[in-house]
């Protein structure tokens, strides 16, 4: 403060000081940018890079002699290529229409040495274009259908087979599919089922299996769906003529999970036409491949066949 005598003739002017403390009743968070911390560093590397990995092809529903003849070339460009280490032919190689139980369509009709021939000329091929690849063979439904014409029309014919010789193992069957496309020499295996084509399989890891499939719903997918219903691993299958990659997860009584995958491998006869039965048929073209890592796990992959082009991968033939 002052006085007149101070400031003039100013009055005495008297100042106070006022202390406020403010406090907001609903605190208010602003978004700021990130702070910077410490760096993370990586102590190991924690990719796995296995040499002793497989590379396993999966190829069926080639109904011969209807297999398309491009994929066919380009498949056995892909196998040399490529070089799996196994290859699973998921049955159907033949597809014997004039044995069928089905009304017989002139336009699509071969017999029965036409398919058989046309089959082996093709399974030939494939061993050929990769002579290091090991090869079985499951059955499907058209591959059995000399069988099931002779239990159902011929019962007495059904096991018969060259003369027995003397000290030697019987002979097979003489339509056994093994020599009637001469499996033996080309060095396939036959997955023999117990009993149809349907209770066979190819354990292919100690997850995944190969089935040729009995089951056809009405989009890509869930057929092998279905079938995932009835097991707990993963499965590759055929039979629908379509692609389609899928999983499903299940758990365990303790709530852990564990998910499974289920692959259709598509076709690779010849699609336009529906081989004749099919008018619109909703089928795709290609195979089907795993990489198989000696734990068991693996990837399922699908190579598909559209507009002359065969793609896998970074591939194109």
Request: hydrophobic share 35%.
């Amino acid at each position: 403060m002052g006085s007149a005598d101070e400031y003039g003739e100013n009055p005495i002017v008297t100042m106070k000081q006022l202390k406020v403390t403010c406090a907001r009743k609903k605190p208010y968070e602003f978004v700021m940018p990130a702070v910077d911390g410490p760096s993370f560093r990586l102590d190991r590397l924690y990719v796995t890079l296995d040499r002793d990995a497989e590379l396993v092809v999966f190829v069926g529903c080639q109904q011969a002699p209807y297999q398309n003849p491009d994929l066919h070339d380009k498949f056995c460009q892909w196998l040399e290529f490529n070089r799996p280490d196994r290859g699973v032919l998921m049955g159907d190689t033949i597809d014997l229409p004039d044995v069928s139980r089905h009304p017989g369509n002139p336009d699509w009709h071969v017999d029965a040495q036409t398919s058989i021939n046309s089959g082996y000329l093709m399974l030939r091929d494939y061993v050929q274009a990769c002579r290091s690849t090991n090869w079985v063979k499951l059955l499907g439904n058209h591959d059995e259908r000399i069988r099931n014409r002779l239990i159902n029309y011929m019962t007495n014919l059904h096991g018969i087979r060259p003369a027995d010789i003397p000290g030697e193992d019987p002979f097979r069957a003489v339509w056994d599919i093994r020599d009637l496309l001469h499996l033996d020499s080309l060095g396939i295996k036959l997955i023999e089922p117990d009993g149809g084509y349907a209770h066979a399989h190819y354990r292919v890891s100690d997850v995944l299996a190969a089935i040729h499939g009995e089951k056809v719903k009405k989009d890509p997918g869930a057929s092998v769906l279905a079938h995932l219903d009835e097991v707990q691993h993963s499965i590759a299958m055929a039979h629908t003529h379509r692609q389609a990659i899928t999983h499903k997860t299940v758990h365990d009584i303790d709530g852990v999970p564990c998910t499974v995958t289920g692959m259709e491998i598509g076709t690779m006869a010849r699609i336009q036409g529906g081989l004749g039965y099919k008018r619109f048929a909703n089928w795709q073209n290609g195979f089907g491949t795993a990489i198989v890592w000696p734990d068991g796990t693996f990837k399922a992959e699908l190579a598909s066949y559209v507009d002359g082009k065969l793609m896998w991968r970074d591939q194109r033939y």
